[in-house]
């Protein structure tokens, strides 16, 4: 079996970067930090990247493309209530692996210029997904509420989900960070639209919420 080529020294930093981000916060970590981790010196460093600005760039560009494609809703159909979550199951995922970014997330945007602008139209992204998938309900016959209800359900939908990890974080700064909790991220996202449901969907959502809630 053929060997597997060795990651390039950039790529190797932003991996390591990603990791300790989510570790310790952005804000916490060097490009010292990371050189020492990577076992590499800060000059190697620096030849590939000249800041951490450049670094938090990088990472949240990858963040930003793995989100969009995410948020992509499935256009061949209309989405049914179990589309919708393991649609969240999928937000989540990506929100799990650039935590760094969710539990820093106004520091990073007071901070870091490309942040700011990007994440304003990450946002408006969720929300206009959220609005469309429950239109795409109401359609369905599965959900009964009013353009200005989803509208405000959606907006909601995305505070949630955009904050449910600095929710988690302050709950319990000193808990393991093992993921376990963004099933409940999912359920209370979803607990939101869950009283316009219809009577099957409402069923199914309270059958599955038990695997959620606690």
């Known amino acids: 079996m053929a060997a597997k080529p060795k990651r390039r020294t950039r790529e190797r930093i932003l991996e390591t970067a990603l990791a300790e981000f989510n570790l310790h916060g952005e804000p916490t ?6 050189a020492l981790e990577m076992g590499i ?9 000249r800041s951490k600005e450049k670094i938090v760039e990088d990472l949240f560009a990858a963040f930003r493309a793995e989100i969009e494609d995410t ?19 999928l937000v989540f995922e990506a929100i799990w692996k650039y935590r760094f970014v ?3 997330l106004n520091e990073l945007i007071a901070r870091y210029r490309c942040v700011e602008t990007q994440m304003k139209r990450i946002l408006a992204h969720k929300i206009r997904v959220a ?5 795409g309900l109401v359609a369905a016959g599965q959900m009964k509420a009013s353009p200005g209800e989803i509208a405000l359900l959606a907006e909601n939908m995305a505070l949630v989900a955009t904050y449910w990890l600095s929710f988690e974080f302050a709950r319990n700064p ?29 069923a199914l959502f309270d059958e599955l919420s038990t695997r959620y809630a606690k």
């Open 41 to 49: 010196s800060p000059g190697n460093l620096y030849y590939h990247y």
């Open 131 to 135: 609005r469309e998938i429950m239109g």
């Open 102 to 104: 969710y539990r820093d």
């Open 29 to 34: 970590v060097t490009t010292a930090a990371i």
């Open 174 to 202: 000193r808990a393991a960070q093992d993921g376990h909790g963004l099933g409940r991220g999912v359920f209370q996202v979803l607990a939101l639209a869950a009283p316009y449901l219809g009577s099957r969907e409402r």
């Open 71 to 89: 948020l992509a809703a499935p256009e061949q159909r209309l989405p049914d209530a179990e589309d919708c979550w393991l649609f969240l199951h």
